[in-house]
C-alpha cells in the first residue's frame, strides 16, 4: 500500500509547469547535497525511497511545529476579551446606550457583557469584571465607586403631577424582587417621608422587572420609584418627568475586579470611562471622587 507521500507525489498535477520545474529542481538539488536518491520514478508513478520517507516524516513534524509556533504568535498579538457581568436592568438602560462610545474609544477592547441576577465569583475566571449594586465595596476585592444612586418617582409628563397629592389619582407601580441593599424603595416608605398620608398603597399594579415598569410610565399609564441613574436617559429624552425633589436612599454602583486582574490596561481603560460616562449625566450624583 503506497505511503501518504507517495500519494500525494503521484496526485493530478494542479500547479503551473513552471512551478513543477522548479519542485523538481529542489529535490535534485536536495539529492545532490544528500548523495543519495529521495524520489523513484516508474511506471505506476513517483515513490518515495526509504530516505525519503524519513525526511518526509521529519517534514510533517517540523511544518506542524512551525505551524503551532505561527498560531500561537497570532493568539498573543490578539488583545484578549473583556467580559463584564452586570444586571440585565442596568445593562439595557445605562450601558447598553453608551456602548457605542465605548467601542469608537476603545476599538481594540474585545468587550464582552454578561447579565446575571446571581452573583458571580470573580476568582473562578469566567469573567474580568463585575457592575454591582451594593452599599459597601466588597472585602478582598479591587472595588471602585462609580456613582451613589437614589430613587424618584417618575411620570410621563402627560399626568401632570406636580404635588404628592396628585399621587392619589394615577396608578402605583410597584417593583417586586428588587434586589436592594438599602431601605426598600417603596411606596410605603414614600408614604411614611413624602405622604400623603391617605395614598392608598396597596393598589396598583405589580411588576418583576424594573424595565418593564419603566415602559409602563413611558406609556402614561401609571407612576413608578425608580433609580435615579437608570431612569437618566429617559428623563433626558423628557419621555419621562420627577415631578418631585424627594428622593429615597439608594445604594452605590461598584466596579469589582479581582486585585490580580485590577491594572489591566483595558480594565484601567473601562474604570476610567465608565467614572467619565457616570459623572457626564445632568442631574445626577456621581461619586466626588
Not at 72 to 78: E, F, G, N
Not at 206 to 225: M, R
Amino acid at each position: 500500500m503506497p505511503s501518504p507521500a507517495t500519494a500525494v507525489l503521484n496526485r493530478p498535477p494542479r500547479r503551473s509547469a513552471s512551478a513543477r520545474t522548479a519542485v523538481s529542481h529542489q529535490i535534485k538539488l536536495l539529492e545532490s547535497v544528500l548523495e543519495c536518491r529521495v524520489c523513484e520514478r516508474s511506471a505506476q508513478g513517483v515513490s518515495l525511497t526509504a530516505d525519503g520517507e524519513i525526511l518526509y516524516a521529519a517534514t510533517q513534524r517540523a511544518f506542524s511545529a512551525l505551524e503551532q509556533a505561527v498560531v500561537q504568535i497570532a493568539h498573543a498579538r490578539q488583545p484578549p476579551s473583556l467580559t463584564v457581568t452586570t444586571t440585565s436592568n442596568f445593562l439595557t438602560h445605562w450601558l447598553v446606550p453608551r456602548l457605542a462610545d465605548f467601542t469608537a474609544r476603545f476599538p481594540a477592547i474585545d468587550l464582552r457583557l454578561h447579565t446575571s441576577v446571581e452573583r458571580v465569583d470573580l476568582h473562578l475566571g469566567t469573567v474580568d469584571a463585575a457592575i454591582r449594586y451594593r452599599e459597601t465595596p466588597e472585602p478582598d476585592l479591587y472595588c471602585t465607586l462609580l456613582y451613589e444612586d437614589r430613587f424618584i418617582v417618575v411620570a410621563s409628563p402627560t399626568l401632570g403631577l406636580s404635588r404628592p397629592e396628585d399621587l392619589q389619582r394615577v396608578t402605583l407601580f410597584h417593583v417586586a424582587n428588587r434586589r436592594v441593599p438599602a431601605d426598600s424603595p417603596s411606596w410605603e416608605n414614600w408614604r411614611r417621608r413624602y405622604g400623603p398620608p391617605t395614598l392608598n398603597i396597596d393598589a396598583g399594579l405589580t411588576f418583576s422587572d424594573e424595565t418593564h415598569a419603566l415602559q409602563a410610565a413611558v406609556a402614561g399609564q401609571g407612576v413608578v420609584i425608580a433609580s435615579e441613574l437608570l431612569a437618566r436617559d429617559l428623563l433626558q429624552r423628557g419621555v419621562l418627568s420627577a415631578p418631585f425633589s424627594n428622593a429615597l436612599p439608594g445604594a452605590r454602583y461598584y466596579l469589582v475586579t479581582t486585585e490580580a486582574v485590577a491594572q489591566r490596561a483595558d480594565i484601567i481603560a473601562l474604570r476610567e470611562w465608565l467614572l467619565s460616562q457616570m459623572a457626564s449625566g445632568d442631574g445626577g450624583h456621581p461619586t466626588a471622587g
